[in-house]
């Protein structure tokens, strides 16, 4: 989650200017990116480039480590990402291989730099995806501006029924130590609680919801349990968001804090399930408009949140009947921030699901239409393909 509140929530910035080189005392900037490095860096730790020497380095400066040691091998669609936190889920971080450099087809070294060109690659946790499912899947990106991802995202599915899924995305605070870890250890805790822990109640539809409430409240509690074991104590310790949907039996259970977004995409109905913890949500609970009140400068401060300093984390919860064909969307607000309102974002996951309506491929299509648009945050988009057929609830208790 970005902190910078005045990025634009309905339009996309005004084109960047070309990138040019420049200086700042007798550092000469990078010539691909401009960012002044730091001495005795060989290539530039934004995008790679070899660096021109400073005009004082000596001989053992440049002869310096560039950097250290990245992980190198991309997931799967089905995999987690490679920097695992503490108690997660998902399988042991990924050795560090040689791969192809997309720039000039030369060999990406252990130490996450081409042999050839130079050029550093980006780490996995920069982008990854998960299909669990032939009809759930998701996709997590570090968009344009930011410089690392701190959003995470985690999903399970049942593939033989169509009838049981569970989706989170966890947005890190930009200005809090390691969100990036701590997001990720939140969303793949609270997926391994709720993927086992899915109670049927005593038979009835309102007994179900009362019960999976309940099991949400717990994977609430659990991811930010999570969120401390991989934090520190400190000024600014590790916060970040929580939205999470289940799909059960035709029924879509919800819960969040903070601004990241449960959405239900119909045939002909398209909602927001969720209700953010903002000032923004605050300022439209007093009769602001949306585009005015999400327009706000602190827009995007929330009210609740994930960490050692929340200050409750008790989730909004919800439900909702699966009644027509549809999409389940959770997603951060680096997606929702351009396309706000239901109808609107609706509207491009029509546009998304044209060319194919596979679960990851619409979803990178949202992150590449969400990127186009600036970029400005990191971008998580997960979704479930659900089906109105489904039988009720009530029929298979």
């Not at 530039?44 to 440049?62: K, N």
């Not at 939140?186 to 609680?193: D, F, S, T, Y």
Request: hydrophobic share 40%; charged share 20%; proline share 8%.
């Amino acid at each position: 989650m970005t902190t910078d509140a005045n990025w634009p929530l309905f339009t996309a910035p005004p084109p960047a200017d070309p990138v040019r080189p420049f200086t700042v005392g007798d550092a000469p900037g990078c010539p691909r990116c401009g960012r002044v490095p730091l001495a005795g860096e060989r290539f530039c730790e934004q995008c790679g480039t070899p660096l021109p020497a400073h005009p004082g380095a000596s001989a053992l400066d440049l002869d310096a480590d560039p950097a250290p040691t990245l992980p190198d091998t991309l997931p799967s669609a089905d995999a987690s990402p490679p920097n695992q936190p503490t108690g997660g889920t998902g399988g042991e971080p990924l050795e560090p291989v040689a791969r192809p450099c997309v720039e000039c087809g030369g060999i990406v070294d252990g130490d996450g730099y081409c042999q050839t060109c130079g050029t550093k690659a980006a780490s996995p946790r920069d982008h990854f995806e998960q299909a669990p499912a032939t009809w759930v899947g998701g996709v997590c990106d570090r968009g344009i501006s930011h410089h690392r991802n701190e959003d995470a995202l985690a999903l399970w599915a049942a593939e033989e029924d169509e009838q049981r899924a569970v989706l989170v995305v966890c947005d890190g605070v930009s200005t809090s130590t390691d969100s990036d870890v701590a997001s990720l250890a939140a969303a793949q805790r609270a997926v391994a609680v709720l993927q086992v822990n899915q109670p049927a109640g005593l038979g009835i539809a309102a007994s179900q919801d009362a019960a999976l409430a309940a099991a949400l409240t717990r994977a609430t509690a659990q991811a930010n349990a999570a969120v401390i074991d991989n934090s520190v104590e400190g000024e600014s310790p590790a916060s970040c968001t929580f939205a999470a949907a289940l799909v059960v039996a035709g029924r879509i259970h919800h819960a969040s804090l903070g601004d990241s977004r449960v959405y239900w995409i119909g045939d002909t109905e398209r909602r927001q399930l969720s209700q953010d913890d903002s000032l923004a949500q605050e300022l439209m609970s007093q009769g602001v408009a949306r585009a005015e009140a999400e327009s706000h400068p602190q827009a995007h401060a929330i009210t609740k949140w994930l960490g050692r300093d929340a200050q409750g984390i008790e989730p909004s919860i919800g439900t909702w009947d699966v009644v027509e064909d549809g999409w389940l969307l959770v997603c951060s607000d680096g997606l929702w921030n351009y396309a706000s309102a239901a109808e609107d974002l609706g509207l491009q996951v029509d546009a998304a699901c044209a060319e194919s309506s596979e679960p990851v491929a619409v979803a990178r299509r949202l992150v590449a239409w969400a990127n186009s648009q600036g970029g400005k945050d990191n971008i998580t988009v997960a979704l479930a393909r659900c089906r109105a057929n489904l039988p009720s609830a009530q029929s298979i208790l």
